[in-house]
């Protein structure tokens, strides 16, 4: 569920099930969002990212869905496995000469279990 | 194919000393970033360059931070007179000019401590 403050919203799935991650963008003139997984000690990996042309993207397990009129980006991941544990973040881009400045959120945490 | 590299990985400093933080961007690509990540939050933007320009530092803290990317060389994150509250990890990112500037591939960061 979602947590305030300093904790991050967690989520706790087993081995094999379909994990969905949402994420709330802030900006409605976002044209562009990534997926980005981050392990502990490690940078940011690039997953998926959509555009706001589009409403869903697939990759190999994973699927982005962009749902603009509520600013709402999610991530499934399709038969979650043990190495999907993570930090997932997504980020957006804001349109208006900047268009290289990534806006990220929060994260959620994701723990298979096995 | 080398991906982003930064170093060192981990950096302890005493209040009032510099940081010096690097990042090599992956071949070929010539525009690089910096972020900031506090525990447990998402990535702040500080500061976009290219070779020898600061394209955009509306980022980074008006004083005591300065970053390049000479023609030769690594991209620098200087922090001089560290204070505690520069504590955190910080990530490059580099992007090749041929796709345009939004994929950007994170290099594994610099973890910096300051005592």
């Known amino acids: 569920g979602e947590n305030v403050g300093l904790h991050l919203p967690t989520l706790s799935v087993q081995e094999g099930d379909n994990s969905i991650i949402n994420c709330a963008y802030s900006n409605s003139a976002s044209d562009y969002f990534i997926w980005y997984k981050q392990e502990s000690g490690k940078g940011p990996q690039f997953i998926i990212d959509i555009r706001s042309n589009m409403d869903k993207r697939q990759g190999q397990r994973v699927t982005v869905l962009l749902n603009k009129t509520v600013k709402h980006l999610s991530l499934q991941i399709a038969a979650t496995q043990p190495g999907d544990s993570a930090v997932y973040f997504c980020a957006e881009n804001m349109p208006g000469g900047s268009n290289y400045k990534l806006t990220f959120g929060k994260g959620t945490l994701l723990t298979v279990n096995p | 194919n080398a991906g982003v590299m930064q170093n060192p990985r981990h950096l302890v400093r005493r209040r009032g000393q510099e940081a010096r933080l690097r990042c090599s961007p992956m071949k070929g690509h010539s525009h690089v970033y910096w972020y900031r990540q506090l525990p447990e939050e998402g990535l702040k933007f500080m500061v976009y360059l290219q070779k020898e320009n600061i394209i955009d530092e509306s980022g980074m803290p008006k004083e005591r931070f300065s970053a390049e990317f000479p023609k030769e060389g690594p991209s620098i994150l200087r922090i001089q007179q560290v204070v505690r509250g520069d504590s955190a990890a910080y990530f490059c990112?580099?992007?090749?000019?041929?796709?345009?500037?939004?994929?950007?591939?994170f290099g594994p960061g610099t973890r910096l401590t300051v005592t």
């Open positions: 990112a580099s992007s090749p000019p041929a796709q345009g500037p939004y994929e950007q591939y």
